[in-house]
């Protein structure tokens, strides 16, 4: 069974760094494109960015653009999304996905197959 964990949410302040690791179990990691969403309370779920299987090719969200950078390691199995500059508005819920079909990279939530369970990041002013 296909599982997703990530973690390095937190506490950080404006203007901070965090580094959101997400660890696959249970499927073939490298035939997966993967992705960062995030969710803000009351708010929908909004796209990040996301890595095209091998890791050539990339998209962002532009308002993280030239703020975050999407990451994998297929060795290890593991997607990093290194978020410099945050901001107050950056503070959600973030959660990884896996998408094995399509062999584009798509910003749509419900294209993906697996979900990891979400870590929490909150930037304080």
């Known amino acids: 069974q296909a599982q997703l964990v990530e973690s390095g949410g937190g506490l950080v302040q404006a203007g901070g760094s965090l580094r959101l690791s997400c660890t696959a179990s249970?499927?073939?990691?490298?035939?997966?494109?993967m992705a960062w969403f995030r969710q803000a309370p009351g708010k929908e779920r909004e796209f990040v960015a996301a890595?095209?299987?091998?890791?050539?090719?990339?998209h962002y969200a532009d308002s993280v653009k030239d703020r975050f950078t999407i990451s994998r390691d297929n060795a290890k199995n593991t997607v990093y999304l290194q978020m410099n500059s945050l901001k107050p508005e950056d503070t959600a819920v973030y959660s990884c996905?896996?998408?094995?079909?399509?062999?584009?990279?798509?910003?749509?939530?419900?294209?993906?197959?697996?979900w990891g369970q979400g870590t929490q990041v909150t930037v304080s002013s």
């Open positions: 249970g499927l073939a990691f490298s035939s997966y494109t």
């Open positions: 996905a896996a998408e094995g079909r399509l062999r584009v990279m798509v910003l749509n939530p419900n294209l993906y197959d697996y």
């Open positions: 890595i095209s299987r091998s890791g050539d090719s990339t």
